[in-house]
């Protein structure tokens, strides 16, 4: 008797997984930091998990402080990989790439035609901090195209980037740097201009299991959920995300 309850509570754990998979109402319910340009997307791919957003480099510093984080995606690898060597996430891997605009309001009060128009008209520009991932895409994309100068017409520095598409929403500037799925989230509030293949940057998001986290065995489900399965990659496409 004792051996046959001991392989029926072997052969319950070994089934376990199997369960949350078929039952995702008893599956764990991770917390998942994520980039603020993910803040649409992932509930869509999973409505169960907790969320936190904001920019990568204040996740990143909550995590080393000690924030209850299971999964931890960023919208710039330094972040995961700055982690990874501090040993405080386990292996990152890409899962997604996104691409810059120049964003204006639907109206385009400046009137501008395309991103060069930044050299010589009279704009108010907002744009992330240096320290959050889209600042520093934006001031990479400034420096590649000779428009570094641009700069000097910033009237507000964000600490992500939903912060400047609420800004731009509200006709509080005129202009400022978004990833592409930002202004396709926007729903129409916001008209985008492109900028060239030479000043574009690599925009790739991490992504990796926080080692302090509890559930890692889920957390690594999710990760492989999100990268393998039809449904994440067609979400994340429709999104305006670049899945390969």
């Known amino acids: 008797?004792?051996?046959?309850?001991?392989?029926?509570?072997?052969?319950?754990?070994?089934?376990?997984?199997?369960?949350?998979?078929?039952?995702?109402?008893?599956?764990?319910?991770?917390?998942?930091?994520?980039?603020?340009?993910?803040?649409?997307?992932?509930?869509r791919i999973d409505r169960r998990s907790a969320y936190s957003f904001a920019g990568s480099n204040q996740l990143a510093l909550q995590i080393r402080q000690g924030a209850p984080a299971d999964v931890f995606a960023s919208a710039a690898p330094s972040f995961t990989q700055a982690l990874y060597r501090e040993r405080l996430v386990e292996k990152p891997r890409t899962f997604a790439s996104n691409a810059l605009v120049l964003a204006v309001p639907r109206s385009n009060p400046a009137g501008l035609r395309t991103l060069f128009d930044l050299r010589s008209r009279d704009v108010k520009l907002v744009v992330g901090t240096a320290a959050v991932p889209i600042g520093a895409y934006t001031r990479q994309v400034l420096r590649r195209l000779g428009l570094s100068d641009a700069l000097s017409k910033v009237v507000s520095e964000e600490p992500d980037v939903k912060s400047i598409v609420g800004k731009l929403a509200l006709g509080e500037a005129d202009a400022g740097f978004v990833y592409r799925t930002d202004v396709r989230a926007a729903g129409g509030r916001l008209r985008a201009f492109p900028i060239p293949a030479r000043g574009q940057p690599n925009?790739?998001?991490?992504?990796?299991?926080?080692?302090?986290?509890?559930?890692?065995?889920?957390a690594r489900a999710w990760i492989r959920a999100l990268t393998q399965t039809a449904r994440a990659r067609v979400l994340l496409r429709r999104a305006g995300f670049i899945v390969r």
């Open 203 to 218: 925009v790739r998001y991490e992504i990796a299991v926080v080692r302090a986290s509890r559930q890692k065995a889920a």
């Open 1 to 43: 008797m004792r051996r046959t309850a001991l392989l029926l509570g072997v052969g319950l754990i070994a089934a376990l997984p199997q369960l949350a998979q078929a039952r995702p109402d008893v599956a764990p319910r991770l917390t998942i930091y994520a980039a603020a340009s993910l803040t649409e997307v992932f509930p």
